[in-house]
């Protein structure tokens, strides 16, 4: 745990990109494969199953630290952090030369806390917390409370496994994908400079993502090297048919065992070593419907037969990478095409997300225009050539998505956000006009810039109502542009009305509040029936 | 009962039966002045009072008053029916709190203290009071400081990693105190050149003519073009991070040295590299035991977040409350002009 806590204060220490993946492999070629194996799992943003509750972490923390429970609650809502909160709070260690490895920690000491009684646990958490010291305790912490950033992302990681094994990035990136498990032999297959390693047979293939488009698409060169395709606002997904079995991952990483059983009986279809490429869209009679209607379906891990007449799904293929089990993610997205082509024939419950068809740039923006009629968020611009690559690769795909739709709101709510936002208000509700009153519509996070954040935090603080927790009502009056994607109906909200992606646009100075928007004119967005 | 000594008045307190205003924020004929940071001394009273020792540091600050009485620690003067003394604070170079004195009452009043050591002013000095004012600009249990001698070898161990990287080591801190502080802890410890923005050289030259010990450091203004100022040590406030000056100092490695670096959210959200928990703030234990120290029975929280401490002194079997001097700055001036004779 000394060593992890180690590359830990590195890679904190630190805002350069370099000095960041210098430290990670100093650490993974030095470590024990056991500790380095749930390195690699904590650091790739894999959690531990919560093993306690954090009302009881908050509760032991005051008694630990002989402080009332209300000082812990002030002061986490100061800090933004529960396990940095925790670890502020409680008394120094009694010696911090006994520390286990991060495997044997999270083997023998975190994992069984499951199968304590209430009692053992928390002696078993207190002996752990006058066992660890300094920045020790604090990751102890993390691991506890679930989530575990340190400011390095996935791709940094697999940069760094890359060069101490001696492998590509891009097969890095695909032994990172799919089901493992933290051990020592996991590790050694990670670090095997063979390119063949066995994968699992469920294992995806890192996804390739498009980059926004921000000029005209016209830029991109010649139109007849480039294909278009509509841009789904759905959940893109890979469906692998391997060995009989089929297996549907989410571009989280996510296995969707059984929660799209329509899905997964349209692939039974496909032939053995064919992996997928394409969108879960709700879908019905040749169209999209509304997202609202695929959010029914998310996180229901066994839909019944209501769930599934209600929101009825289907799946947009575009792309294959795999085929008669071999890996085609080189080959030329129009070979891949024919792939794809002939997989779909085999299984015609999937649905085939085929080219827009447009002769020359200038036919684009009309399309492109169409998208809201369409229920799409735009185009897709891939280049014939381009191969299937990993991650965000500037060059080959583009996303050309349609303005969003934008409203202006009222500040009238404001709290406290967590990690780099902690101990500011960064976290807003927005209300808009409902005859007398300002009803809310949205929340929001982003948007600002640190120093408008900064001087709107300083203004929350002089010019807070009430309080209710960390919620702060203020003065209604400062307006804001807020961009938002999608509008649904949601008995569930007072408004009546559920937004997507709201975002802040920018701080509408300019006006006051009886130039805000009503909720009369974002209802009219909503479309009849829906 | 008795009533209040002191009211919130001119973002600071006032005085009735002294006639005077401890750290007005607006113009006021008579000010006595804790310290001389800008949140506590500000140019246009009639007559200041302060700290012996802070009289070179207030002068640069607010410019040499005409009327200015400088007084010993420990050494009481009479303010229209009011005995007035200052206490070292320890907080910076002439730092004081102040005791007050009338009718039967003692009231002792912080403008911003620590009880830790400092090598460049006289430390905290407690007193016995009835009602005990004190700062809060750290109230919260998550505050609590390090050991100062372990802050500066953790500081010294990064600075020397730019030294062996042949980096500049950025080291933004308050340009009053928390500057001299650093250089001043560090002397005797290293020898390698520090190089100040200029905000800091007067006030450290202050600090040098009254005599403190510091390690040499000369103004960025005087490097040799094409300085790149590798393996040096730069201290900087924090408004010069962001700024065009900071590109003077290629590959630079930052580090913030302030209380507010016990949080880590609030060094991420700045981008520093390393932050340094050292502060001339009392931390929560420090205001917990100061009251203690006072042996005060009523608390009132000035300056920061007072509620909590607030309250918790207040489950303790304390009369507590919390004081926003701010708050009157909101109102009219009307003190300034028509305060009864």
Not at chain 1, 455 to 479: A, C, K, M, Q, Y
Not at chain 2, 4 to 13: H, R
Not at chain 2, 221 to 250: C, D, N, T
Request: proline share 6%.
């Amino acid at each position: 745990m000394k060593r992890f806590a180690a590359l830990y204060d590195r890679l904190d220490g630190t805002t350069a990109t370099n000095a960041k993946v210098a430290a990670l492999v100093d650490y993974f070629s030095q470590a024990p494969a056991e500790d380095a194996a749930w390195a690699v799992s904590f650091l790739t943003g894999r959690r531990l199953k919560r093993l306690v509750n954090t009302r009881e972490l908050r509760e032991w923390t005051a008694e630990a630290s002989g402080l009332g429970l209300w000082l812990i609650e002030e002061s986490y809502e100061h800090v933004g952090d529960l396990a940095e909160t925790m670890h502020l709070l409680l008394p120094p260690a009694d010696s911090d030369d006994l520390s286990p490895g991060l495997a044997e920690l999270v083997e023998q000491s975190i994992k069984p806390l499951r199968q304590l009684d209430d009692d053992a646990r928390k002696q078993a958490i207190f002996r752990l917390w006058r066992q660890l010291g300094g920045t020790e305790r604090f990751l102890l912490n993390k691991l506890l409370t679930g989530g575990f950033r340190v400011g390095v992302s996935k791709r940094l990681v697999t940069r760094a496994l890359a060069e101490v094994a001696g492998v590509d990035s891009a097969l890095m990136a695909h032994r990172l994908m799919g089901r493992w498990t933290p051990t020592a032999r996991f590790y050694r297959q990670l670090l095997d400079s063979e390119s063949d390693s066995d994968f699992e047979q469920s294992t995806p293939y890192p996804f390739y993502l498009a980059s926004p488009l921000d000029e005209g698409p016209d830029a991109l060169g010649n139109a007849a090297d480039w294909q278009a395709e509509w841009k789904w606002d759905g959940i893109r997904a890979q469906i692998i048919r391997r060995g009989g079995q089929t297996w549907i991952w989410s571009r989280g990483e996510e296995l969707m065992e059984g929660r799209f059983p329509e899905i997964e009986a349209a692939a039974e279809a496909l032939p053995d070593g064919c992996v997928l490429d394409g969108e879960i869209m709700a879908w019905q009679n040749d169209r999209p419907l509304p997202f609202a209607v695929l959010q029914k379906r998310i996180g229901r891990k066994k839909p019944g037969p209501t769930t599934l007449k209600k929101a009825p799904l289907a799946f947009l293929a575009y792309d294959c990478l795999e085929w008669d089990g071999k890996d085609i993610r080189e080959k030329p997205l129009q070979d891949r095409r024919e792939a794809l082509a002939e997989a779909l024939a085999a299984a015609p419950g999937l649905l085939e997300s085929g080219p827009v068809v447009f002769d020359h740039w200038d036919a684009l923006p009309d399309l492109q225009a169409e998208s809201r009629g369409r229920g799409v968020e735009g185009l897709m611009l891939k280049r014939l050539s381009s191969s299937y690559q990993v991650g965000r690769k500037r060059g080959d795909w583009w996303k050309w998505k349609v303005e969003p739709y934008t409203f202006d709101g009222v500040l009238i709510y404001a709290q406290p956000g967590h990690g780099r936002r902690s101990n500011l208000f960064t976290d807003y509700t927005f209300a808009v006009h409902d005859g007398e009153q300002l009803v809310p519509v949205a929340k929001a996070y982003s948007g600002l810039s640190q120093k408008e954040i900064d001087r709107l935090d300083r203004w929350i603080r002089n010019h807070t109502l009430e309080r209710f927790g960390p919620v702060r009502s203020v003065e209604p009056t400062h307006v804001f542009e807020l961009a938002f994607e999608g509008i649904a109906a949601s008995p569930r909200h007072k408004s009546g009305i559920a937004l997507r992606f709201p975002r802040i646009h920018r701080w509408r100075e300019d006006l006051s509040i009886a130039d805000a928007d009503s909720l009369e004119t974002l209802k009219a967005l909503l479309e009849p029936g829906k | 009962m008795n009533e209040d000594l002191l009211t919130p008045d001119a973002g600071g307190l006032y005085c009735q039966a002294g006639d005077f205003w401890i750290d007005p924020l607006k113009p006021v004929p008579r000010a006595v002045i804790t310290h001389a940071h800008a949140d506590h001394a500000r140019s246009g009273a009639g007559q200041y009072i302060t700290a012996r020792d802070g009289v070179p540091v207030l002068a640069h600050r607010v410019g040499q008053p005409e009327d200015l009485q400088a007084l010993d620690y420990g050494e009481p003067i009479e303010l229209g029916a009011s005995r007035v003394t200052l206490f070292p604070a320890g907080h910076i170079l002439g730092s004081a709190t102040v005791r007050i004195e009338h009718d039967g009452q003692t009231w002792g009043v912080s403008g911003d203290f620590k009880r830790a050591p400092d090598p460049t002013c006289r430390g905290f000095e407690p007193f016995a009071c009835d009602v005990w004012l004190s700062e809060v600009t750290f109230g919260l249990p998550v505050y609590r400081w390090p050991d100062t001698r372990q802050v500066m070898d953790d500081i010294l161990d990064w600075w020397q990693g730019c030294i062996r990287d042949n980096r500049p080591a950025v080291l933004f801190c308050y340009a009053l105190g928390k500057a001299q502080r650093i250089l001043a802890e560090l002397h005797g410890r290293i020898e390698a050149p520090v190089w100040l923005h200029g905000a800091m050289k007067p006030l450290t030259d202050c600090y040098r003519e009254q005599g403190v010990a510091m390690l040499p450091a000369r103004p960025v203004s005087e490097a040799p073009k094409g300085e790149k100022f590798g393996g040096s040590l730069v201290l900087a406030p924090p408004s010069a991070a962001g700024s065009p000056w900071i590109r003077r100092f290629p590959r630079h490695s930052s580090g913030f040295v302030s209380g507010w670096m016990r949080i880590r959210g609030n060094r991420r959200r700045r981008g520093y590299d390393r932050g340094f928990v050292l502060s001339d703030h009392a931390d929560w234990p420090a205001l917990i035991n100061t009251v203690a120290d006072m042996g005060a029975k009523r608390v009132i929280t000035i300056h920061g977040n007072g509620e909590v401490l607030a309250r918790h002194l207040h489950d303790q079997g304390l009369e507590a409350e919390c004081w926003n001097l701010r708050q009157t700055l909101a109102r009219p001036a009307d003190n300034a002009d028509s305060t009864p004779a």
